[in-house]
């Protein structure tokens, strides 16, 4: 199977606790891994103001999720975020239009580790 990079940038409520924010997190990399997807990094960019009001909120603490999967992986991410009550924006976008093989990713990241 080919698997495609994405990116998913989430501003999460800046009320949210250390812990629940781990646990939003972790919540992500799961469905990723669960769909058979590959999480390549999560970058935590921590709380920023924001440009203007998002429900009811000044700032916002942000996060990149980095990872490779298929379309159906990016939906079902997507369709999370927007259940979710603890996160106010997202964007998702594809990175590159190559496709990767699973062995060729893997390999990569063992070498960047």
């Known amino acids: 199977m080919k698997l495609r990079e994405y990116e998913t940038v989430i501003v999460a409520d ?3 606790s250390e812990e629940q924010l781990a646990d939003l997190i ?9 769909d058979k997807g590959i999480v390549k990094e999560v970058e935590k ?7 203007f ?4 909120k000044n700032r ?3 996060f990149i999720l980095h990872y490779y999967g ?3 992986i990016v ?16 964007l998702s976008f594809k990175v590159s239009k190559d496709e990767f093989d699973r062995k060729e990713i893997e390999e990569q990241l063992e070498k960047a580790a």
């Open 75 to 90: 939906e079902e991410v997507e369709r999370n975020i927007r259940i979710d009550d603890r996160i106010i924006r997202f």
């Open 14 to 16: 800046p009320d949210l």
């Open 45 to 51: 960019w921590g709380l920023k103001d924001l440009a």
């Open 26 to 34: 972790e919540k992500f990399q799961n469905i990723i891994v669960r």
């Open 53 to 56: 009001k998002v429900k009811h």
């Open 70 to 72: 298929g379309p159906d």
């Open 60 to 62: 916002g603490y942000y």
